[in-house]
């Protein structure tokens, strides 16, 4: 049996890759992967917690998880389809003004 | 063990690669890879439903949507930054810093956590493992325990339809 720890320990570092990519990208779209890395780090932690109490919470709060994902990603890319028809870019630095 | 080792290690090579990439579409490609690895591992916890809606829902409906976006826009390729731009070399390679740091904050967190707990969590110890991961627990526990925060990622769902809908149109 693997401990939760080493569980933990996978997490934080997906959880720091999908970090280092919101900084690191310069594409609206590869931000929002990187987003959903960090939301992915945070499930697993939920799962190993959940099963190394004993309990189904963890599951279900990742399944909350992912419906907010789903909806963030259909947000997320709706506003970035409309910011590219206003650009004609997806450089996150353009994107500047909030009014135009 | 073997197994976990091996699903983590895909995991993390992979979703470094999604950081790492410059073309978004071999980003998603490689992120469904993480996501299929991480469904390996949710099935090693025990938690087969999960793993059946990381891939379902994410590597098929969420990556489809990206995938679907990236070739919308026809972005294949990220642009060079401009000079004097704010994440134009040097500052950039701080941002990676800073993940590294997090990376270690995080694990020394876990470091000390471990020392007071004394591995009370050391897996596998609460209920046993058949009725943990059956659909039907999971189903008692979300429409009882959890009733009322599931009808209201309905509305949610309801409000980011809507809400894709009227960005994307035309006229903003």
């Given at each position: 049996?693997?401990?939760?720890e080493h569980y933990l320990t996978l997490s934080a570092i997906l959880f720091a890759t999908g970090t280092?990519?919101?900084?690191?990208?310069?594409?609206?779209?590869?931000?929002?992967?990187?987003?959903?890395?960090m939301?992915?780090a945070v499930?697993v932690a939920?799962?190993a917690?959940?099963?190394?109490?004993?309990?189904?919470?963890?599951?279900?709060?990742?399944?909350?998880?992912?419906?907010?994902?789903?909806?963030?990603?259909?947000?997320?890319?709706?506003?970035?389809?409309?910011?590219?028809?206003?650009?004609?870019?997806?450089?996150?630095?353009?994107?500047?003004?909030?009014?135009? | 063990?073997?197994?976990?080792?091996?699903?983590?290690?895909?995991?993390v090579?992979?979703?470094?690669?999604?950081?790492?990439?410059?073309?978004?579409?071999?980003?998603?490609?490689?992120?469904?890879?993480?996501?299929?690895?991480?469904?390996?591992?949710?099935?090693?916890?025990?938690?087969?439903?999960?793993?059946?809606?990381?891939?379902?829902?994410?590597?098929?409906?969420?990556?489809?949507?990206?995938?679907?976006?990236?070739?919308?826009?026809?972005?294949?390729?990220?642009?060079?930054?401009?000079?004097?731009?704010?994440?134009?070399?040097?500052?950039?390679?701080?941002?990676?810093?800073?993940a590294v740091?997090l990376t270690a904050e995080l694990i020394w967190a876990l470091v000390?956590?471990?020392?007071?707990?004394?591995?009370?969590?050391?897996?596998?110890?609460?209920?046993?493992?058949?009725?943990?991961?059956?659909?039907?627990?999971?189903?008692?526990?979300?429409?009882?325990?959890?009733?009322?925060?599931?009808?209201?990622?309905?509305?949610?769902?309801?409000?980011?339809?809507?809400?894709?809908?009227?960005?994307?149109?035309?006229?903003?």
């Amino acid at each position: 049996m693997v401990p939760l720890e080493h569980y933990l320990t996978l997490s934080a570092i997906l959880f720091a890759t999908g970090t280092m990519g919101v900084f690191l990208r310069r594409n609206v779209i590869t931000v929002l992967l990187s987003i959903e890395v960090m939301l992915n780090a945070v499930n697993v932690a939920f799962i190993a917690f959940g099963r190394a109490l004993g309990s189904a919470d963890g599951q279900v709060i990742m399944f909350f998880v992912v419906t907010v994902a789903a909806a963030e990603a259909a947000v997320g890319l709706a506003i970035v389809i409309a910011l590219f028809r206003h650009r004609e870019t997806l450089n996150p630095d353009v994107f500047t003004s909030l009014k135009w | 063990m073997v197994l976990f080792y091996l699903f983590g290690t895909v995991a993390v090579v992979a979703s470094l690669l999604v950081v790492l990439q410059r073309n978004p579409m071999h980003s998603v490609l490689l992120l469904i890879v993480s996501f299929v690895a991480l469904a390996g591992l949710y099935i090693l916890l025990d938690s087969p439903f999960a793993a059946v809606i990381q891939i379902i829902i994410y590597a098929g409906a969420i990556m489809v949507l990206f995938l679907f976006v990236v070739m919308l826009l026809n972005a294949h390729k990220e642009d060079d930054p401009p000079a004097g731009s704010l994440t134009a070399g040097g500052p950039l390679r701080i941002g990676a810093v800073l993940a590294v740091v997090l990376t270690a904050e995080l694990i020394w967190a876990l470091v000390r956590a471990e020392g007071t707990r004394d591995g009370l969590l050391a897996g596998g110890a609460g209920a046993d493992p058949g009725t943990l991961g059956s659909v039907r627990e999971l189903g008692r526990v979300l429409f009882t325990d959890y009733a009322f925060a599931f009808e209201v990622t309905s509305i949610l769902i309801i409000v980011a339809m809507v809400g894709a809908v009227v960005l994307a149109k035309r006229e903003l």
